[in-house]
T-cell receptor, first 115, second 112 residues
Framework: GNSVTQMEGPVTLSEEAFLTINCTYT??????LFWYVQYPGEGLQLLLK?????DKGSNKGFEATYRKETTSFHLEKGSVQVSDSAVYFC??????????????FGTGTLLAVQP | EPEVTQTPSHQVTQMGQEVILRCVPI?????FYWYRQILGQKVEFLVS????????KSEIFDDQFSVERPDGSNFTLKIRSTKLEDSAMYFC??????????FGPGTRLLVL
């Protein structure tokens, strides 16, 4: 079945450091891929997405490229800020024609950025 | 910007009691979802709801669970007789058409 695996946290970085959070997936067909972020006390917010191979999603300085050959969608940011501290979830949505479009999530990675 | 709201933010209950978790989705959304996250584990799909009926449910969503959209605005998840293993964060989500799902802040349920 479809699944998502992402690196375990917590990830602790100093401000302005480079961030990578790894995400790999298993899916049949051509899923859409997402990164959601959860700031303390808030809901899951869409950070970025990619709907086909080689697409790059980007938002707020974060980027992720849909790599079909390695079944990966790693999240990167060149220079993190304290305000980026949050839990990051990688997710996929199967596009196999099903009507529900449910999301399948990874376990989430806690990022803590220190000043 | 409209947002999804959930109440309560925290709920503590005794095993065997019924709980109702409430969600108010964004008003023009048509598809609704419940997910849950047991502490330290993955966010898991529970159920999807469209046109006043369940469109898909996971194996977690057994006879103890039910969903309802009673008045066109609220979307509720009921657990009839809670078990210890129901302790989790429950997220409501909604979408319009093929677009992104928008999530609420979650309800943290603790079953004692």
């Amino acid at each position: 079945g479809n699944s998502v695996t992402q690196m375990e946290g917590p990830v602790t970085l100093s401000e302005e450091a480079f961030l990578t959070i790894n995400c790999t997936y298993t899916a049949t067909g051509y899923p859409s891929l997402f990164w959601y972020v959860q700031y303390p006390g808030e809901g899951l917010q869409l950070l970025l997405k990619a709907t086909k191979a080689d697409d790059k999603g980007s938002n707020k300085g974060f980027e992720a490229t849909y790599r079909k050959e390695t079944t990966s969608f790693h999240l990167e940011k060149g220079s993190v800020q304290v305000s980026d501290s949050a839990v990051y979830f990688c997710a996929l949505r199967s596009n196999d024609g099903g009507a529900t479009n449910k999301l399948i999530f990874g376990t989430g990675t806690l990022l803590a950025v220190q000043p | 910007e409209p947002e999804v709201t959930q109440t309560p933010s925290h709920q503590v209950t005794q095993m065997g009691q019924e709980v109702i978790l409430r969600c108010v989705p964004i008003s023009n959304h048509l598809y609704f979802y419940w997910y849950r996250q047991i502490l330290g584990q993955k966010v898991e799909f529970l159920v999807s709801f469209y046109n006043n009926e369940i469109s898909e449910k996971s194996e977690i969503f057994d006879d103890q669970f039910s969903v309802e959209r009673p008045d066109g605005s609220n979307f509720t998840l009921k657990i009839r007789s809670t078990k210890l293993e129901d302790s989790a964060m429950y997220f409501c989500a909604g979408r319009k058409g093929q677009e992104t799902q928008y999530f609420g802040p979650g309800t943290r349920l603790l079953v004692l």
